[in-house]
Nanobody
């Protein structure tokens, strides 16, 4: 059984922080890039970050740059997304994905997906 499971979603006030985790099972993520996508109601799924499998280099969407940090711990088969200074527009359903993307923010580039987790930012 190959799966990714997200955790750490919650409801927070603007300016708050959350840390999402993505634990892989059924495969090892060592050779995979790990990306995070999100989807707000009525919006298309948006790629927000990607961390490579080689040099751990990271890429971010402009909307989260400077606020979100992607990381990974291959020994724990886990990817992370630290989200700081959260804004209401960050509200959405967050997904992690693993694959070998040529274009990091394109969902079809990824082989495995988590089922998603809700993040709500409101005052």
């Amino acid at each position: 059984q190959v799966q990714l499971v997200e955790s750490g979603g919650d409801s927070v006030q603007p300016g708050g922080s959350l840390r999402l985790s993505c634990v892989a099972s059924g495969f090892t993520v060592n050779y995979y890039s790990i990306a995070w996508f999100r989807q707000a109601p009525g919006k298309e799924r948006e790629g927000i970050s990607c961390i490579s499998s080689t040099d751990y280099s990271t890429t971010y969407a402009d909307s989260v740059k400077g606020r979100f940090t992607a990381s990974r711990d291959n020994a724990r088969n886990t990817g992370y997304l630290q989200m700081n200074n959260l804004k209401p527009e960050d509200t959405g359903y967050y997904y992690c994905a693993a694959g070998f993307p040529s274009i990091w923010a394109v969902a079809a580039q990824y082989d495995y997906w988590g089922q998603g987790i809700q993040v709500t930012v409101s005052s």
